[in-house]
């Protein structure tokens, strides 16, 4: 049996991740949004034989300073309007299980991998915040675990209504369901997608985020900032599959690392340093860390350490990034400005690991990390776009596959190709 | 003449075949190709109005892509995204021809049913475009302003929320999206009868079939619905009998070639660089509600 290779993807923003992207030197900021950026990112990508582009969204307008990094057109269109661009790489969209209807998103996707040649993967999420919810119709969101069921539910009707979809040679089928959230009686109008299905990407840290994971992803987005926390994820993410009747290498773990690169490991310093302190200038870190946090820090002495045991149990926003801040501050003992400057500064880079340094540094840190089972392979939080593709694909690249770590050209054309499966599993058996 | 065509997509329709007959739409100086899926004609295909508009404003440069999307399933806030993302994509050139018909294979598919009453389906419909208008809307000129210096990269105080309520929708706003190089698309609607037109006055373009209803239609522009095998005499005399200002030729992919030669013959005509409402002769306006 050869050796696994890794499988990449690529965050595609409009300037890179970090929020201080879009005031760097090179980035163009003449017209907003940047689509020049997210063209020019997949074509690179795909000249670096990537598996995968993908699109986060949040259907909110983000008030404040720190609101340049978010997608705010829709991932479906983009993903359509990029087609044209790349023959191989796939495209990730997110869509929102709270804040859609299951026979609007089985239409639109089975159209949109159509117009991809089936290289359409989708990033189910249940959205967090009430100002999310007051655009659809609601005074606020669910409840945490309601969100996970209402994903669930989405999900399998979905599914349902591709599995059931007309094809070139049959009229599609009816598909009647009555649950909880949804109350489904009907056939697409659609027909049904290449693979049966679009490709299922989920990320979350919860328990319930990591079970609906197992339960239905292809392909997970994971966090972990040491190697202990992502075997012990990796690990628990396969051992869940496998009680779901699944086989663990049929669903891949791809963690997120956000590689700022340079010709020389100053440079790439200089580069984090740069990008850090554009985003940080007068913007006011305590307020956003408390918005985290659910709770008013400036009251306390921002050279001091948090308050634990004040801090109140996180329900409504990202518990991820809270448990992760509080986490941080007390394993490493940092004050509530340290805390602060980093939560503000990094934003989802926090999520993932950092690695600055020159190509070759960065290929040593993903070939350790892969070898020492965190991984199936990478997502890249890109810092800045396109500098971090760019370079990514120019240098790092080649040194992951002279070392035999990653492919050299394309199995074939479509999303099941690039993750080595003939075909996807219909997964209705999991709602049966 | 004013002519855009109403492609109404077929089981067997290709993406290659699609998109080489709006290529030919295209040259024939039609100004808008009007893309009706699966919803619209009762016949799943392989595709869906929105987001085949979208692969096409990469396949296209001039012709207007006018997406068809219910105005009464889904969400508001969805469709204000997804055909501002279109405009953004193809320069200006989005229109939303709105769906206002519960089709047979959508009626129960939704959290909302309909009854079937037309005046309830039409002031559905009317609010929904109405929310859409003001999303679309809730930014001020010049609030987008990217700022490397100062790092402000757009001004709150002139975006606006629309805080919409109704017994149907409450929709917060604003809308996220940056505005669009058209601000909004251009609003199509079709109607049957006189009734319906005056039931929903926020469309910019009006597609009939008979003098009464184009009589009642308020909107600025007035198509006359001919089938795309019309001859360009009685295409002309149908027009002028309706009292239209131009036409709305309905074809599929194997009549493209006769609608391509029916603009030509009455000159239909577009000029580069035009969005799809100059291309219209229109000027948008901005908002729902008045203020």
Redesign the interface.
Known sequence: MTRPKMHLSVNLTEYGRHSGG??HAV?D?SR??N?ETYRHVVRTAERGLFDQAFIAD????????S??T?T???P??????????TAHIAIIATLSTS???P??VA??A???D??T?GRLGINYVASTGD?TA??????GQLPHDERYQRSNEFIEVVTKLWAN??T?DA??ARVAHRGRF??????????QPRHGRPLIVQAGSSPAGRDLAARWADAIYAGGSTIDRAQEYYQDIKARAVAYGRDPDSIKVLLGIAPFLGDTAEEAAELQATMDA??A???DVVAHLSGLLEYDLSAHDPDGPLPFDLLPEVTSASVSQATLFTRMAREEHLTIAQVAYRSYVGGLANMQFVSTGTPTHVADVMQEWFEAGTCDGYSLVAPLLPQTIDAFVDGVVPILQERGLFRTEYEGSTITSHFGLSALDSRVAVVA | MITIVQLALRPDDTLAGVESAVAALEAAGIAAVCVLDGADTGEATAFESTTLCGRLASTTSEIGLVASNSALYGFPYHLARRLATVDHFSDGRSGWLLRTRSAASEAAAYDWRSTGGRGVELHRAAEYAEIALELWDSWEDGAQYPDKASGDYKDDARIHRIDYRSLAFRVEGPLDVPPSPQRRPVLFARFDEAAEAALLPSVDVAIVSDPTTAAAATAPLILRAVPAHTTPDEAERLRAATGAHGLALHATTDTVPEACALAVALGAARSPGDTLAAALGLTLTLGGRAA
């Not at chain 1, 479906?76 to 661009?85: D, G, K, P, Q, V």
């Not at chain 1, 007051?134 to 005074?139: K, L, P, Q, W």
Request: charged share 25%; net charge negative.
């Open positions: 879009w005031r980035s900021v907003i949004p689509l949040t259907p909110v307008h983000g008030w404040g300073r609101s340049s978010t705010r057109i829709d479906l269109e983009i993903a359509a309007a990029l087609s044209t661009e804040y859609n209807e026979f609007d239409r639109r089975a159209s949109v159509a117009v040649g100002q007051r655009n659809f119709h609601r005074a979809a007309p070139a009229a599609g949804f109350d489904v009686d009907a056939t697409l109008d659609v027909r554009h985003h200038e007068g913007a």
